[in-house]
């Protein structure tokens, strides 16, 4: 079955640097878009970063650009969120995701910038 498996979040100052990663298995990896969104409480989940299936093209919500980037290693079938200047309002639960035949989900990592 599908299986997306985030890990790499924590607690960061403000300015500080986290890199995400998400382990996937059940589908065939390297031909699928993936992509990274995140979700406070109280508030709807929100895209991210998402990856085209070779890497070749990346696209970002205006919040995180210049300052996140995606990627990912096909050989390894996991796609990474590297995370630079990290400020408060980035503070959420971030997930990656497939679309196959539906939505795919991982169970999620908490990212909290806080001094």
């Known amino acids: 079955q599908v299986q997306l498996v985030e890990s790499g979040g924590g607690l960061v100052q403000p300015g500080g640097s986290l890199r995400l990663s998400c382990a996937a298995s059940?589908?065939?990896?390297?031909?699928?878009?993936m992509s990274w969104h995140r979700q406070v409480p109280g508030k709807e989940r929100t895209l991210v970063a998402v990856i085209t299936s070779t890497g070749g093209s990346t696209n970002y919500a205006n919040s995180v650009k210049g300052r996140f980037t995606i990627s990912r290693d096909n050989a390894k079938n996991t796609v990474y969120l590297q995370m630079n200047s990290l400020k408060p309002e980035d503070t959420a639960v971030y997930y990656c995701c497939v679309l196959l035949s539906k939505a795919y989900w991982g169970q999620g990592t908490q990212v909290t910038v806080s001094s």
């Open positions: 059940g589908f065939m990896f390297s031909s699928y878009a």
